[in-house]
């Protein structure tokens, strides 16, 4: 796949149309051809998503919700946020790679976790993670 194709814009390359597998090779791609994988150690990868989330999360410092939630509808702080987004979620990607993880199945074997921790009759439309009755 040529870098045109690889980097094209949404409407032919979106997530309905991209593999897990195929973002995780082009950040493992774009990280070999600079030769940073030596610098890739999980530590530092653990380091780099918290410190591009916080990036993410000054975006949203100091906005009230209905603030926060018009950056979706500006142009220009939507894009910002989206940068920080994918540097996390690029991250993850390179995280997964170095630990040896499948991250669809991790995804999909903690949600099952989760389904069972908080069965959706008893946390819809909680805010709070506490079972009813402090149980």
């Given amino acids: 796949m040529t870098p045109a194709e690889e980097f094209a814009p949404r409407s032919r390359r979106g997530d309905d149309a991209t593999t897990v597998a195929e973002l995780r090779e082009l950040v493992e791609r774009f990280v070999a051809e600079r030769e940073w994988s030596k610098y890739h150690s999980p530590k ?70 989760n389904h069972d921790k908080y069965p959706a009759d008893v946390f819809r439309g909680r805010a709070s993670y506490d079972r009813p009755g402090g149980e």
């Avoid at 591009?52 to 910002?80: C, G, I, N, S, Y």
Wanted: net charge negative.
């Fill in 44 to 113: 530092n990868l653990a380091m780099s998503i918290a410190i591009e989330a916080a990036e993410l999360m000054e975006h949203f410092q100091w906005l009230t919700p209905e603030q926060a939630q018009a950056v979706a509808d500006d142009p220009e702080k939507r894009a910002a946020a989206g940068e920080e987004l994918a540097d996390v979620v690029g991250y993850c990607f390179a995280m997964a790679g170095a630990l040896g993880l499948d991250l669809s199945e991790t995804v999909r074997s903690k949600m099952r976790r």
